[in-house]
């Protein structure tokens, strides 16, 4: 588990079975929990997890989640397959009952794990729930699936509906530098007349013609992320099929295909992000970056 600590504190209680974190805004003080589960599969150690789980107290009055993998479904319609455990499903909504919970539903699909075979077995047994203080304080709560590329689990997006605007703000990439024809655009534009009565005025006028060049040309560059995007929605399209009935020899190839190469994305990504430079950009970086790059260019 991680968050930004500079949104939230957070308290940290590890569990044989889960970690909880009671988290508190650094901005208002509301606190709320988190808890993230595992339950094992079979033995002892599934029956200890059940004791321990009944046993939570959860406070009703508090904003209280807990998510994760459960090894349990609640209805024999959460596999795809005959022969589902009544007894497990009788346990595990018994325990539910009894701590009071409320389950976000997933939104757009019916299973998170596969066993991965050509004619797989699906279930769900990934959930989220939350105490009744949290569905009145945040009703928009949703459980979204994501692509599945790697795990034989879907992951989950949970989100929470907020009202908070968004400012548009101008992110420059420390990969640009390297671009053919990015110090080119920077001398150019630099070079354009500008009326002014001082320098101040002068500098921080072409500051914002250089933004604005910057921002129109980056829409013409290889968005990585978008087509990493693009290829998990693709994927997710695959997974939503294949609960609906079995993939077909190409389809099912071609999904390992496109595992496979959301996996080299990926790795480009995580190269890419090793070595980008950890500046904050402001308006003074992005002065001593400019003028460095103009003073090697022995326009300065």
């Known amino acids: 588990m991680g968050w930004n600590s500079s949104i939230f504190t957070g308290e940290v209680i ?3 079975f889960a970690v909880t974190v009671r988290f508190s805004s650094v901005h208002n003080g509301e ?5 993230t589960v595992y339950g094992p ?3 002892q150690a599934r029956d200890d997890f059940v004791d321990w789980l009944n046993n939570l107290q959860i406070d009703e009055t508090e904003n209280w ?7 349990f479904y609640r209805s024999l319609s ?3 397959r005959d022969g589902g455990n009544m007894q497990d499903i009788m346990v595990f909504n018994e325990v539910i009952n009894n701590l009071g919970l409320l389950e976000i539903p997933l939104k757009g699909r019916n299973y998170t794990w596969s066993n991965m075979q050509s004619v797989p077995l699906l279930e769900q047994i990934d959930w989220v729930f939350t105490s009744s203080n949290w569905i009145s304080t945040y009703p928009n709560t949703l459980m979204l ?3 599945r590329p790697t795990s034989d689990h879907t992951p989950c997006k949970i989100q929470i509906g907020t009202s908070i605007p968004k400012s548009e703000v101008f992110r420059f990439e420390n990969f640009w530098v390297e671009h053919p024809g990015f110090l080119e655009l920077v001398q150019s534009t630099w070079n354009i007349n500008v009326r002014a009565t001082n320098s101040a005025t002068r500098i921080s006028t072409k500051f914002k013609l250089l933004r604005a060049a910057l921002k129109k040309w980056s829409k013409s560059l290889s968005n990585l992320n978008g087509t990493i995007k693009d290829c998990n929605f693709i994927l997710e399209i695959l997974d939503t099929l294949e609960e609906q009935r079995p993939l077909c020899i190409q389809e099912h190839n071609f999904r390992i295909i496109l595992k496979q190469h959301i996996l080299r994305l990926l790795k480009y990504r995580k190269e890419y992000w090793k070595k980008r430079y950890t500046i904050r950009w402001t308006k003074f970086g992005m002065k001593a970056q400019v003028s460095f790059m103009l003073l090697q260019k022995g326009t300065c």
């Open 14 to 16: 590890h569990n044989k």
């Open 31 to 35: 606190i709320w929990l988190l808890t």
């Open 41 to 43: 599969c079979q033995g």
């Open 65 to 71: 989640m807990i998510v994760g993998d459960f090894n």
């Open 78 to 80: 959460d596999r795809n």
């Open 145 to 147: 699936p994501m692509a």
